[in-house]
C-alpha cells in the first residue's frame, strides 16, 4: 500500500510531535510513503474565506501531482482532509468548474482528471490495513483507559464530500479504532463540535470557551485523555488547555494524544519517540495507567 | 415497529421546572414520521405533550426540533431512517434559545436577530415606474439562501452562539447575504460595514453545523464565508478576522505552506500587541518542550515554491 503523504503545515510546525509518530507508527503497518514536497498548503479553509477558487485551484494542483504519481494521498490532519476533500467533490462533480481550474492549470502545463482519492490516516487504517492486521499489531493493549473521541469539524462535515454516504463507518471511525487498540470509549457530547481554534485569533474568549467546555465534559464523562485525528484541534485542545482553563475558572489537565500517538502506545513503542513529550499538558497519567514507568 | 421514544420535556408552570427525560413506547408505521409519532403520543398517551406544527410537509418551518442530538425537521424525518444504538429516538427541543415547554422554544431572539440585518431591498437610484427587475440569470444564485424557511435549525446547533449569544448567528447572515449580493440592492457597503463589528460575521467559527441541519440546503456558513469575501473586496476597515484570511493567503503565496508565528504577528499588528502577548505563556512552554514552530528565515519556502507563486499570479488575471 503506497500514498502519497501529505503531511500538512502543522505537522510541520506547532505540533512536530504527530509527524514524530506518524514515522515511528507506518513503516509497521506495511504502508510506503512517498512525502509530496512541491505541494502547498490546502488553505485550511483560511485562505478559501478570501477566494475560494484559489483554493481549488492550489488543491486540484495537489491532487493532480498525485495522479501524475499514480497514488491516493495520504493526510494526517482532519482539516487538511476536509478542505482537500471538498475542493475535490467541486472539481469532480462539475466538468465545467474541473475545465475552468484546468485552463489555470494548463499554464503550468499540468491537468487534473479528477482520478485522485483522498484519505485520512484513520479511514486508512481501518479501509486499507483492515482491523484485522491493527489487532495483529496491538502488543500493548490499552486496557482500562478511558479515551474520548474528538473528530474535528472537518472529518465530519459536510457528509456528502467525505464520503460517509458510500462509507457510512467513517462517522465513527475514531470509536472504532479506539476499541480496537483496548480501551474504553467515553462518548460525549462535544466529540463532533469545534475546537474553538477558527476563532482564536479573531475572537479568544470564545475560542478558549468551547477549550475548556469540551475538555471539561470529556472529563466528566470520565475520560482519562482525549484522541484527536486533527492536529489543529490539538494546538486548541492541548496548547491552550490551560488558558482556557485558567479563563473560565477550572481545573482541568486533560491529556489530549495525537491518533498516532495512541496507536503507537498501543503497539507497544517508546512513549519518547512518539514525541509524548512534547504534549503541553502532561501526558505521564496516561502512561501509568498502561503500566509504562515514568 | 415498536420505537421507544426519550422525550426531554419541561413545564414552567409546575411546582419545581426543572427539563426531564420522560419515555413512551410506541407502535409507529414504516411511513411514520417523527412529527407523526409525536402527534400520535400527543393523541393518545399523553395530552400534555407540547410540541409545534403546522404544514406537516417540510414548508412552514415550525417543527425544527433535536433529533438523536441533531437539529432537524421533525415532519421531514422518517422514524426509520434513524440509527441509534439502543433502538431509541431522542427528541429535544432546539438549542440556543429559550424553552417554554416540552419542544417549543422561544423563537422571538431569532426574528431579532433576523431583523438586525434589515431583510429587505434598498434599491439605489430613481424609482422605477413599476417594479424594481432583476434578470433571472442574476438571481440564479440566490434561489439556495431564499430557500430558507426560518426554522431554527441552524441556530440551535450553531457552535458560536453556544458560547456566545451576542453572535448574529447562520440564518441572519444568510439572510444579509441574499440582500448583499442581489443585484438590486444599494446598500451592500453598509450591510457588510454592519456585519464587520463584533458579534458579526467574523464570529462564526467555521463548523459547518449548519451547513449539515439545514433541511432546505441554504449552506449559511458558505454564505458567510462569500460575505467575508466580499467585504474584503469591498474594502472593509480590517479586522483580526480579515487580517489573518489576507496574511494565511500572502503566506502561502511566498512560502507555499504555513508561518504560524508570523501569521500570529501580522494577524494582530502593533494594535493588538496586548492580545499577542498573552500568547507568551503557552510560547514559552512549547519552547521548553522543544516545539516552537520554526519562522521567520529559519522557516523557508517550500521547493517548488515559484510554479504555486505563478498560480496565484495567473488567478489573479481571471475574470
Ligand atoms: S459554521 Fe459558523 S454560523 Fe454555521 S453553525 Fe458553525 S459557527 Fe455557526
Ligand atoms: S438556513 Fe436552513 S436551517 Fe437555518 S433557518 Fe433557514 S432553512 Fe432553517
Ligand atoms: S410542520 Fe411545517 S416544516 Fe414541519
Redesign the interface.
Known amino acids: 500500500m503506497k500514498y502519497a503523504f501529505f503531511p500538512g503545515c502543522v505537522s510541520k510546525g506547532g505540533c512536530p510531535e504527530l509527524y514524530q509518530s506518524v514515522m515511528q507508527v507506518y513503516p509497521q503497518l506495511g504502508i510506503e510513503l512517498e512525502e509530496m514536497t512541491t505541494a502547498s498548503c490546502t488553505g485550511a479553509g483560511v485562505l478559501q474565506e478570501k477566494d475560494l477558487r484559489l483554493g481549488d485551484i492550489l488543491n486540484a494542483h495537489t491532487l493532480a501531482l498525485a495522479e501524475q504519481q499514480g497514488l491516493p494521498i495520504m493526510t494526517i490532519c482532519s482539516t487538511c482532509q476536509g478542505v482537500m476533500s471538498q475542493a475535490n467533490h467541486r472539481l469532480k462533480s462539475n466538468p465545467e468548474y474541473l475545465a475552468e481550474i484546468n485552463r489555470v492549470l494548463a499554464e503550468e502545463g499540468i491537468t487534473y482528471r479528477g482520478t485522485t482519492r483522498v484519505k485520512h490516516f484513520i479511514w486508512i487504517l481501518l479501509e486499507d490495513i483492515g482491523e484485522e492486521t491493527i489487532l495483529q499489531h496491538v502488543k500493548r493493549p490499552l486496557t482500562g483507559l478511558r479515551a474520548a473521541p474528538f473528530y474535528g469539524c472537518y472529518l465530519q462535515r459536510p457528509r456528502e464530500a467525505l464520503g460517509f454516504d458510500e462509507t457510512p463507518s467513517r462517522a465513527k471511525s475514531l470509536e472504532t479504532v479506539i476499541d480496537l487498540l483496548g480501551a474504553e470509549v467515553v462518548d460525549f457530547p462535544g466529540k463532533t463540535r469545534c475546537c474553538g481554534l477558527p476563532l482564536l485569533t479573531i475572537n479568544q474568549p470564545n475560542s478558549l470557551k468551547m477549550v475548556a467546555h469540551h475538555t471539561s465534559d470529556a472529563k466528566e464523562y470520565g475520560a482519562d485523555l482525549m484522541v484527536t485525528p486533527c492536529p489543529l484541534c490539538h494546538l486548541n485542545l492541548d496548547g491552550l488547555q490551560s488558558k482556557a482553563a485558567k479563563q473560565n475558572g477550572m481545573e482541568i489537565d486533560l491529556p489530549i494524544l495525537h491518533l498516532p500517538q495512541l496507536l503507537g502506545l498501543a503497539m507497544g513503542l517508546e512513549p519518547k519517540g512518539l514525541g509524548l513529550s512534547r504534549n503541553l499538558v502532561a501526558t505521564e497519567s496516561v502512561l501509568e495507567k498502561i503500566g509504562i514507568r515514568v | 415497529m415498536p420505537t421507544t421514544f426519550r422525550i426531554k420535556r419541561f413545564n414552567p408552570e409546575s411546582e419545581s421546572p426543572q427539563p426531564y427525560f420522560q419515555e413512551y413506547e410506541l407502535e409507529t408505521e414504516q411511513s411514520d414520521t417523527v412529527l407523526d409519532a409525536l402527534i400520535k403520543i400527543r393523541e393518545s398517551v399523553d395530552e400534555s405533550l407540547a410540541l409545534r406544527c403546522s404544514c406537516r410537509g417540510a414548508i412552514c418551518g415550525s417543527c425544527g426540533m433535536r433529533i438523536n442530538?441533531h437539529a432537524t425537521l421533525a415532519c421531514k424525518t422518517k422514524v426509520v431512517s434513524l440509527e441509534s444504538p439502543d433502538g431509541t429516538v431522542q427528541v429535544e427541543p432546539m438549542n440556543n434559545m429559550p424553552v417554554i415547554k416540552d419542544l417549543v422554544t422561544d423563537m422571538g431572539g431569532f426574528w431579532d436577530k433576523i431583523r438586525q440585518v434589515q431583510p429587505w431591498l434598498q434599491p439605489a437610484g430613481p424609482k422605477p415606474d413599476a417594479e424594481y427587475i432583476a434578470s433571472p440569470e442574476s438571481m440564479k444564485h440566490l434561489t439556495g439562501v431564499m430557500g430558507c424557511i426560518m426554522c431554527g435549525a441552524c441556530v440551535s446547533d450553531c457552535?458560536?452562539l453556544?458560547?456566545?449569544h451576542q453572535?448574529i448567528g447562520p440564518a441572519a447572515l444568510a439572510k444579509a447575504y441574499r440582500f448583499v449580493a442581489d443585484p438590486r440592492d444599494g446598500a451592500s457597503d453598509s450591510r457588510l460595514l454592519a456585519l464587520n463589528t463584533?458579534g458579526g460575521m467574523?464570529?462564526c467559527?467555521?463548523?459547518?453545523?449548519c451547513?449539515?441541519v439545514c433541511p432546505k440546503e441554504v449552506g449559511a456558513m458558505d454564505r458567510i464565508?462569500d460575505l467575508?469575501?466580499k467585504g474584503?473586496d469591498h474594502g472593509i476597515p480590517s479586522?483580526?478576522?480579515s487580517r489573518?484570511?489576507?496574511v494565511?493567503?500572502d503566506l502561502?503565496e511566498h512560502k507555499?505552506?504555513?508561518?504560524?508565528p508570523l501569521l500570529?504577528m501580522r494577524?494582530?499588528g502593533l494594535k493588538n500587541i496586548g492580545?499577542m502577548l498573552?500568547f507568551l505563556?503557552?510560547t514559552l512552554?512549547?519552547l521548553v518542550?522543544?516545539?516552537l514552530?520554526?519562522s521567520g528565515p529559519l522557516?523557508r519556502a517550500?521547493?517548488?515554491i515559484d510554479?504555486?507563486r505563478?498560480?496565484?499570479r495567473?488567478?489573479r488575471n481571471?475574470p
Not at chain 2, 467559527?205 to 453545523?209: A, G, K, L, N, V
Request: glycine letters at 8%; aromatic letters at 8%; charged letters at 30%.
Open positions: 442530538g457552535a458560536a453556544e458560547v456566545d453572535f463584533p467574523w464570529d467559527t467555521r463548523c459547518m453545523e451547513i449539515e464565508m467575508r469575501a474584503i479586522t483580526c478576522g489573518h484570511a489576507e494565511f493567503a502561502i507555499g505552506r504555513l508561518d504560524e500570529a494577524t494582530f492580545q498573552s505563556p503557552m512552554r512549547a518542550r522543544g516545539k514552530p520554526r522557516h517550500i521547493p517548488g510554479r504555486i505563478r498560480l496565484f495567473h488567478t481571471l
